[in-house]
């Protein structure tokens, strides 16, 4: 029986991996759960899986449901997370959204747990420092993303020196069509409504602005041990083939499904192995009539490019990249700045930063919270 962590449990990555362990209820169980502030859906949860060890995000939510559920462990906040990542489990899912799933990784690592990573900011602002733990723990790091998945998928059975070069694929987004100067006067709305993908609203405007593909660089290059300029982003609007690695023999294998979030959860939850399910199966005769690819846009979306240049210049600055964008976006969410304000406050919160190398665990997150304040600051928030 593999006993599994869910962090972020009532998310749309957390959701989706109770909905594959209770369809695998004989080889899956479920052993911690950690949400926010969602309690009712949570309560749900508990009754349902019977986990060991609850977190939520305040002390007075978590002390009302110990009152209704004294068999289990409840805790909230920084420590309950990392007890959550470190407890008596085999595999740690990460569906936490932003820099609070970073520290909780790397405990988890330190403790010996495989991690299911769905919490790309864990290696855009800390790469080096997580990658090295994993390989010195050996502890396996399995990719949840779709693209990410892909590409591990793609890698197997194949040599790493051997690959040329990795096409990350991503749909475009919903303004992959827009004129860029039509981009100035998109609303919160429109920003939402992702053509392919259910997701929550920060994942949603990251893939409106293209940085989760930027994000998903720089979390391929750490993942995956490859140079960024062997990175490539191909945008490719049917979602159907999710990544691709080619080889230095210039065969290129691809990684195909429908869009569901489902497929590689249920892979990094059985890695090595592969389950039988339900899934909506990819029918070649119906759900492909036309596969289209193209070059991304790089001049409309900038913060492509702004990604690119964090990694390129390293220590401190995907740390900023990463902060600096999760405020940027919650501000729009907010309707407090408009949808291209996103990657110029982001443009010039990153030139303002003087690069630090050589960082450790506490410094990443004491500059990211810097760069939190200094991100509302520069946007009129913080007199």
Known sequence: MKKISIL??????????????????ETMSVVALACGNNIDLISRQIKKYSPELVVVAKEADAIELGKKNSKIEVMYGREGLNAAATCNCDVVLNGLMGIKGFEPTYKAIQAGKDIALANKETLVAGGELIMNAAAEK????????????AIFQCLQGNK????????????????RTYAQEALEHVGLEQALRHPRWKMGSKITIDSATMMNKGLEVIEAKWLFDVKLEQIEIVVHPQSIVHSMVEYCDSSIIAQMGVPDMKIPIAYALTYPDRIENNFDKLDFTKNIMNLSFEKPDVEKFRCI?????????????????????EVLV?????????????????????????????LTVDDILAIDEEIRIKTLEVCGEIK
Not at 312 to 317: A, D, N, T
Not at 331 to 357: A, E, G, S, V
């Open 8 to 25: 972020g449990s009532t998310g749309s990555i957390g959701t989706q991996a109770l909905d594959v362990i209770s369809e695998n209820s």
């Open 138 to 149: 050996q502890v396996k790091m399995l990719p949840v993303d779709s693209e990410h998945s």
């Open 160 to 175: 790493r020196k051997d690959i040329r070069r990795i096409l990350l694929t991503g749909s475009g987004g919903p303004f």
């Open 305 to 325: 490019q702004l990604a690119y240049t964090a990694s390129k210049e390293g220590g401190s600055s995907p740390v900023v990249l990463n902060g600096a964008n």
């Open 330 to 358: 919650d501000l729009f969410l907010n309707k407090k700045i408009r949808f291209m304000q996103i990657p110029r406050y982001l443009d010039k919160i990153m030139t303002m930063h003087k690069i630090i190398h050589n």
